[in-house]
């Protein structure tokens, strides 16, 4: 039997999933790392039925499983050519929480910052908080033996695992928790896999010779946070090794080794009672990295909850953002280094005391210049501004990337300062500006090398540098991998950290566990090279791909696509903050995740034979459930916007295989509407809309927009106001608000001349329909149109306002792709504004005062538009409605409503589109009472928020034209 019929029949034995087509296997053919491998499936099991089947497949078939959670691994732990094992999807259970033992008990999908969320009720977290907190999975910690910022204070996951239930390589089911003696040597009698397991351990670690090498040879033990190989170094510290040492367990092991041994399937966590309510950061400041490292001994002495450090390079990157200047605040003089050390307490006199002893240190003990203290949101200000100085760096156009490799060794801290010395020289030595940023307290620093891996030089340079600082961490008995672990990069260099007796030593580990090596092969032991199976190819002659839109700001299609690094932010689910991605959190299926877009793209651009490179049926799959909400180009760090990439991907891909009349009619649906307005009795009756549904293929259940036609002009002149106070504006009647929206155009001409302008009005279409369903020539036309109309109506005293975000965002985004050379674009963007920016501005600057408004009380509810939390900001619509005295203003915590213009309408997505409007934005909507107005300035969303909750939700301009007295 063929490969891909023997796959076909484990599809129909398993409960859950597995797919072998080429779109899963692109999109899993990376994680977070510089590595690339197709797998050979890709399975979501649902119950330990599923599991043992693909472990037996895998012995039979001599294939491999490589287990995945979120797929944020920076050290390639994820990738290989076996089947891909991904459980993030139904393994995502809390199984069990013991308040009176504070533990929990969770499947291995659970995320880490759900998890808190659920435990916060009983006072309980869990400690350990990479920065991927709000996806990482506890399965990915626990392979990875993940830390995060408050490891000295929490400890690190390795510290938390009490019990794992695991399967192993025969498929047999195993506990592994703590054991008294007694239990220990029953453990050594069974006459199965799990006794060859222990029998194994027993012998190696029991061996005096093999415990002295361990000792001599492995990091030193006062650095917590250290994954190097197996962690036999633990068990060493346990019964019946240690007379004194604590019950044997071997989740010790287990923990920190990259699914290479058995595959989890539930984990006991110990947890720890929530923080305390005060705490208080002190910024110190130092003239050299050296001097704050030789600071970090002395101020670990006072009971620390973080120590982190960040360096001059990444201060400079945030100088010159705007929205970052505001968060320098606390910023003295131009320091090379800054600790950012933070205390906490329930008691604030407490706090306090805590506080001045360390300033005193500082002051005595070191050479900090300045210390600051900064509280509350100012603390989360400062690490904004340290994540987004981060951010910035990472942030290089081009093929020079910062690559993972030596990104996460680490060092006692007494070391930490000669160490960095040592290092600096490295770096100068291969051309490299150092960025220090680390995890001070803990010994661990985080620095990625600027590399070019497309070439054979800048492959070169990845292993020359790693090896010389693996060579230096060595001499300071420290860890390549703090947090990160060995996967790909770094497994090659385990045997030169801890020699090759004690690599010896783990083989037989591994042998023990998975005699026939199906457990993620290639990581740890029997590693693969770490300049093999590279993301791309060395030296090979990238395509150049043409397009319509203008992508040059990342040098082109392939490499905006190339931007995602595969950091996985888009894996958020909707209980996060933010909008990225909607069609994630509806489906929880990776293929509707910013990355596997991105992805996906890059793979079959860069890979295929099509003369039309962007002829896939599977990228046409992969881009189907985005909803163009733009909610990657601001929340993803690389700034992936996969909106833009989706319409030149259908501008692309329809130029060959054509449209549908569906397509056509919602992409000309201006014109369509201006026909229809001419006989809006004919076409709003109940039969004709029936009839339209059912031709386009339009949801039943959904509702369509009254058309209608309004002479606006008209109005203006018959309400014009004799006493304008401020300047001229020009009112942008854009094509939803002319036939579908015609009440909300007078609303907004009524309250600007309420409020003394003189208005004008400008009609056009935005080409927002065409855009969206990628018919780019023609929204390029009326791009250019609008372009030239503009060019002599708009400037600094009469700026173009608009209503709906979509239309008039337009001309600040899509409008620099589709004509970049057109001298009118940048003036007319920076006169765009939405008419809440407009109004916010006028307020600020007192033109516009409460006086005229009234005194009623009233509750309102906000929905912001995806585009203006992409493109603009909610906080001008929250302004504006606080205008009023005694308006009671908030914005809700909805992310994107799912209705997205026409995509909510087609039956097909009807379903995602309901569901991402009822996961956060339609409850929040049903909790407030009738009276409470609700306020969504985009038409689509007015349209879902009825459609899902027979509220009638209102533009904030109505809200303020019926607020006049």
Excluded at 37 to 43: D, I, Y
Excluded at 535 to 541: G, L, N, P, S
Excluded at 677 to 685: G, H, V
């Amino acid at each position: 039997m063929n490969p891909k019929n023997k796959l076909n029949n484990l599809v129909k034995q398993l409960h859950g999933e597995l797919h072998h087509d080429a779109l899963h296997k692109a999109i899993y053919a990376t994680d977070a790392s510089v590595y690339r491998e197709l797998p050979t499936a890709v399975s979501f099991p649902k119950d330990i039925y599923d599991l043992k089947l693909l472990i037996d497949f895998a012995r039979k078939e001599n294939t491999s499983l490589i287990p995945r959670t979120a797929g944020t691994s920076l050290a390639g732990q994820c990738v290989g050519e076996g089947i891909v094992v991904d459980v993030s999807k139904y393994f995502t259970n809390i199984l069990e929480l013991d308040e009176q033992n504070k533990t929990v008990t969770v499947q291995p999908g659970v995320i880490r910052d759900e998890l808190n969320q659920y435990l916060k009720t009983y006072g309980l977290f869990f400690g350990p908080n990479t920065s991927t907190a709000n996806r990482c999975m506890i399965g990915g910690m626990v392979g990875n033996n993940s830390s995060g910022t408050t490891s000295i204070k929490y400890g690190v996951t390795r510290d938390k695992v009490l019990e794992l239930e695991v399967l192993l390589s025969d498929g047999s089911e195993v506990v592994f928790k703590p054991l008294l003696p007694e239990e220990f040597k029953e453990k050594l009698e069974l006459h199965s896999l799990e006794g060859e397991v222990y029998r194994t351990v027993f012998d190696l670690l029991n061996d005096q010779k093999n415990q002295q090498t361990i000792k001599s040879e492995f990091p030193k033990p006062e650095i917590h946070r250290r994954n190097t190989g197996y962690a036999v170094d633990e068990l060493l510290r346990l019964l019946p090794f240690n007379k004194n040492g604590g019950k044997f367990n071997m989740c010790s092991l287990l923990v920190g080794s990259e699914g290479t041994l058995a595959f989890t399937t539930k984990i006991k966590l110990k947890l720890d009672p929530l923080p305390p309510q005060h705490n208080v950061m002190v910024a110190a400041h130092f003239k050299s990295v050296s001097e704050a490292c030789k600071a970090v001994v002395p101020v670990m002495n006072h009971g620390l909850y973080t120590c982190e450090m960040m360096d001059k390079v990444i201060l400079d990157c945030t100088k010159n953002n705007k929205s970052q200047v505001a968060n320098r605040f606390f910023i003295e003089g131009d320091p090379e280094a800054i600790l950012m050390l933070e205390l906490a307490d329930n008691d604030l006199e407490k706090l306090e005391v805590q506080r001045r002893k360390l300033i005193e240190t500082l002051e005595k003990t070191t050479s900090s210049y300045a210390h600051p203290s900064l509280y509350k949101e100012d603390i989360d200000k400062a690490l904004e501004l340290r994540k987004a100085g981060l951010g910035l760096l990472g942030n290089i156009v081009g093929d020079h990337k910062a690559v993972a490799c030596i990104e996460d060794t680490a060092v006692a801290i007494e070391d930490l300062s000669d160490y960095i010395d040592e290092f600096a020289q490295i770096m100068q030595k291969y051309n490299q500006k150092a960025v220090y940023y680390a995890h001070a307290g803990a010994g661990e620093l985080h620095l990625r090398p600027i590399l070019d891996l497309k070439t054979s030089e800048g492959v070169h340079l990845f292993r020359a540098i790693t090896t010389d600082v693996a060579v230096l961490v060595k001499k300071y008995k420290g860890s390549m991998s703090g947090e990160h672990g060995d996967g790909r990069v770094r497994s090659e260099f385990i045997k030169l950290m801890i020699g090759e007796a004690n690599y010896n030593l783990l083989e037989q580990v591994k042998t023990a566990f998975d005699p026939e090596n199906i457990f993620n092969p290639g990581k740890i032991v029997n590693y693969v090279a770490m300049d093999e199976s590279l993301r791309y190819e060395k030296d090979r002659q990238e395509p150049h791909i043409e397009t319509l839109m203008d992508f040059s700001d990342s040098e082109g299609i392939l490499r905006a696509a190339e931007k995602c690094n595969g950091s996985g932010d888009c894996r958020k689910t909707h209980h996060a903050n933010g909008a990225m991605c909607p069609s994630y959190h509806a489906t929880k299926n990776e293929k509707d995740t910013t990355r596997a877009r991105a992805n996906a793209l890059r793979e079959f651009l860069t890979n295929s034979d099509n003369k039309n490179r962007f002829s896939h049926k599977e990228l046409k799959e992969v881009f189907d459930l985005c909803l163009s909400c733009k909610a990657c180009g601001s929340e993803c760090p690389s700034n992936v916007d996969i909106a833009s990439l989706k319409a030149e991907f259908l501008y692309q891909y329809q130029s060959e295989n054509g449209t549908t009349l569906r397509d056509k009619a919602f992409a000309y649906n201006t014109k369509l509407n201006k026909l229809g307005s001419r006989l809006p009795f004919l076409i709003n009756n109940p039969i004709s809309r029936k009839i339209v549904k059912s031709i386009l293929g339009v949801a039943p259940e959904r509702s369509l927009p009254e058309i209608s036609s309004y002479n606006f002009d008209r109005h203006l002149q018959s309400a014009k106001n004799k006493n304008i106070t401020n300047r001229k504006v020009l009112l942008y009647i854009d094509e939803f608000t002319e036939f579908l929206d015609i009440e909300l155009g007078k609303d907004a001409i009524d309250l600007l001349q309420a409020l003394g302008y003189e208005v004008e009005l400008y009609y056009g279409e935005s080409g927002r329909t065409f855009i969206s369903k990628g018919f780019l020539a023609q929204a390029k036309k009326i791009a250019k149109t609008n372009l030239t109309r503009l060019n002599k109506l708009v400037d600094d005293g009469c700026p173009l306002i608009g209503l709906e975000p979509s239309a008039i965002l337009s001309f600040r985004d899509e409008y620099h792709r589709l004509l970049p050379n057109d001298a009118n674009v940048k003036r007319v963007a920076e006169n765009a504004y939405l008419i809440e920016e407009f109004l916010a501005g006028e307020i600020k600057d007192g033109k516009i005062n409460s006086s005229m408004f009234t005194k009623e009380n009233k509750e309102i509810k906000i929905h912001g538009h995806c585009h203006q939390k992409a493109l603009s900001n909610q906080k001008v619509t929250f302004d504006i409605l606080n205008l009023p005295d005694n308006f009671k203003v908030s914005i809700i915590n909805s992310g994107c409503c799912g209705m997205a213009g026409s995509f909510g309408y087609e039956k097909e997505h009807y379903e995602v589109s309901m569901k991402v409007g009822s996961q956060r934005l339609f409850p929040a909507i049903e909790k407030t009472a009738p009276e409470t107005i609700i306020a969504a300035n985009g038409t689509s969303c007015r349209h879902q928020i009825y459609d899902g909750t027979k509220r009638t939700a209102k533009h904030p301009v109505t809200i303020l034209k019926e607020a006049l007295i």
